[in-house]
Nanobody, 121 residues
């Protein structure tokens, strides 16, 4: 079973940037499609970005297109999310996980603690 640890969150002003990192351990994720998800208080968890393991094809939710960039380093078992032009509505706890491509859901037994992103106006 893979363990996923997210980091890089924090408090930032609207318009600012953050880079989130996700470190995988326990087993390799080099052959898994990976995604970043977020959950705000009172809302359901949603997929914001995903990247395929082989082709590096990416997916972005409409509300982050042009602002967020997902990347991965299979050799380091890392997944990243560069977030630019942040908005207050981006405030949420952000998680990485193995993603079910097309369904945009995560693997149930692999959720980590996430990293909190707070964007002030």
């Amino acid at each position: 079973q893979v363990q996923l640890v997210e980091s890089g969150g924090g408090l930032v002003q609207a318009g600012g940037s953050l880079r989130l990192s996700c470190a995988a351990s326990g087993r390799t994720i080099s052959m898994n499609n990976m995604g970043w998800f977020r959950q705000a208080p009172g809302k359901e968890r949603e997929c914001v970005a995903a990247i395929m393991w082989r082709t590096r094809t990416t997916y972005y939710a409409d509300f982050v297109k042009g602002r967020f960039t997902i990347s991965r380093d299979n050799a380091k078992s890392m997944v990243y999310l560069q977030m630019n032009s942040l908005k207050p509505e981006d405030t949420a706890n952000y998680y990485c996980n193995i993603v079910n491509w097309g369904r945009w859901s995560g693997q149930e037994d692999s959720w980590g603690q996430g990293t909190q992103v707070t964007v002030s106006s």
